[in-house]
């Protein structure tokens, strides 16, 4: 199967993007390459006083990539340039996000206070690219760890920020057009660097994310007994994989798998797009169990989940705050969001005991494989 990267199509895009517009700036601490957007390096220069090395990046006095290891100052110069009317988007590791929060509740503030001044026109989006996640920092460990920004913009009465989780590069694309569209609002796109299987054509990719949930109908059957959901890619990958699991240990279950493509305030979708009850219910059906799996912290999925339906339908898994420099598999593990913690759900609800014992032993067997050889047993 071949694999693509959401950061490197993200990376491609921002590349076209400067090559475009020549009022467009990317703002990244020194990162960028790390992050998989160095094609940016192949169309524009990186932003240099100092005398230029051999050794150094394409650099000069005016390029329009600004590389400096301080969020807080990039997040303010980047603010300044889009309050002038000019786009811009910054791309940074998903732990150091959270460092510009105070920032970013001011300029919201400004956002809503703007809007409500006839004569000030439309801003850019603050567009925040956030990559090396919780789930894949197998050589930084617990230090480079946190989705918290997303609690705190999705917790926001103001109701004007998206996070946005494609779930594959297509689907990235679909998330940075959207981005690059907007005004007058935060977009927080949360994705992978690594190479992951591709899900969706562009239509497919379109169509989920005007809505911010679709049904993936590969894997789902009509008349569903169990709904699966998911938004996060890394999340998706072990729901898609607790399915095959599902099937081989209990057939006569009947699968639905949602994918949630943006969350907003109190709702899926965006700002400008909300996912209603009535269409809540006609994707997750009135009553059936739902094992959802999300990027961030479970809580806060679950409360926008109790927007539309009742919690003793809720079953959601995420990142407790458990980490470690340790394998991917062992991440999902000690966070109890691998596929065998959501099939350990499904045989719970249909009281299959044996099942769980399974389950358990085989995260048990990864575990101590993991330990003894540096690697997953699970992959």
Known sequence: MKLYSPAKKIGELLAGELKKDSHFYFFSPDETTSNKFDQVFEVEKRAWGMPVKTWDLPESDDGRIIEMLSENVLFSVMTGHLMN????????????????????????????????????????????????????????????????????????????????????????????????????VVNLTTFNKIDEPRYLNIEQAERGFATGAMIYEPVSDENPDVIFAAAGDIVAKEILEAIKIIRDDLPEIKIRFVY???????????????????????????????????????????????????????????????????????????????????????????????LVLKYQEILAKNHAY??????????
């Open 370 to 379: 993991a330990l003894e050889n540096g690697e997953d047993m699970i992959k």
């Open 85 to 184: 009317g000019e786009p811009a988007m910054m791309g940074s590791y998903e732990a150091f996000f959270p460092i510009i929060t105070a920032q970013l509740l001011q300029q919201i503030k400004f956002i809503k206070q703007a809007k409500e001044v006839a004569w000030r026109m439309p801003m850019p989006a603050v567009n925040l690219l956030s990559t090396s996640t919780c789930w894949r920092q197998d050589h930084n460990g617990y230090t480079h760890q946190s989705p918290a920004l997303i609690s705190t913009l999705l917790n926001l009465p103001s109701n004007l920020a998206n996070c946005i989780f494609p779930i594959d590069d297509v689907a990235a694309e679909v998330a940075y057009n959207f981005m690059i569209g907007s005004t007058d």
């Open 260 to 354: 949630i493509n943006s969350l907003s305030y109190r709702a899926i979708g965006t700002t400008k797009n909300k996912l209603s009850v009535e269409d809540f219910t006609e994707i997750f059906t009135v009553d059936k169990p739902i094992v959802a799996n999300f990027h961030g912290y479970p809580e806060t999925l679950e409360n926008i989940l109790e927007n539309y339906t009742t919690r003793g339908r809720l079953r959601v898994h995420g990142f407790n705050e458990e980490g470690s420099t340790t394998t991917p598999f062992e991440m999902l593990r000690r966070n109890a969001a691998s596929r065998y913690d959501i099939a350990t759900d499904v045989a719970k609800i249909y009281g299959r005991d044996n």
